[in-house]
């Protein structure tokens, strides 16, 4: 099963509208990461959450991380074509052998008609 | 230009041929991994490496072998591909292993026949 959920798995809005992504995590999350792919491309770092109730935005696009460090949300206000693509939220999770590593959601496909 | 590169971009083999896929990074990173993204599973790790000479196994490691002899590189080998291994996979690497951007390459996509 993955230790990240996120959902909706496929989102699809008219340009101009706000939209929500949301990833969930059984375990405390150390650090939460969101993602932007275009198809088959690599991934474009959007945000890193650390802080349970962070609140950081860039442009548009606004991520949070729940007080409790288990859920993260990702909100775009005014939707335009440009956001399509899917977005992928990572925690870091750590290894019982060294260090810690990355982990993904299945990913959230968004399609936004003009 | 701060950048992860990989080669070759696309790859299409058979079954049992070995390969190898580079990854080089230009940012000075100690930490560098290896994933493959399939549909319906995600981006799942493959193996990773927190620095020179030091590798681990991530989620999906069978089949799969990694060496990190010098900082910059951490090349993927497939000793003997199988179909199963057709995937979309992507070298990524970061300052530290957490609390990191992690920058990720353009992605190889390898197909075995």
């Known amino acids: 099963s993955q230790e990240l959920e996120q959902s909706p798995q496929s989102l699809i809005v008219q340009e101009g509208k706000n939209l929500t992504i949301n990833c969930t995590s059984s375990k405390t999350l150390y650090g939460l990461y969101w993602y932007k792919q275009k198809y088959g491309e690599g991934l474009i770092f959007l945000m890193m959450?650390?802080?349970?109730?962070e609140e950081k935005s860039h442009e548009k696009i606004t991520a949070k991380l729940d007080e409790k460090k288990q859920q993260s949300s990702l909100h775009i206000t005014a939707s335009q074509p440009s956001h399509a693509g899917i977005y992928l939220c990572g925690a870091d999770r750590m290894s019982e052998t060294s260090g810690s590593r990355l982990t993904f959601g299945e990913g959230t496909q968004l399609t936004v008609n003009p | 230009e701060a950048q992860v590169t990989q080669n070759p971009r696309y790859l299409i083999t058979v079954t049992g041929k070995k390969l190898t896929v580079t990854c080089s990074q230009n940012?000075?990173?100690?930490?560098m991994s290896w994933y493959r993204q399939d549909p319906g599973l995600g981006l799942r790790q493959i193996y990773y490496?927190?620095?020179?000479?030091?590798?681990d196994k991530g989620d999906v490691p069978e089949g799969y072998k990694v060496s990190r002899k010098e900082k910059r590189n951490f090349p993927l080998i497939l000793e003997s591909p199988s179909p199963n291994q057709t995937s979309l996979y992507f070298c990524a690497s970061s300052l530290w292993h957490m609390a990191n951007e992690q920058f990720f390459g353009p992605g190889t996509r390898l197909t075995v026949l």
């Open positions: 959450l650390q802080k349970g109730g």
């Open positions: 490496s927190m620095n020179v000479e030091v590798t």
């Open positions: 940012m000075n990173h100690e930490y």
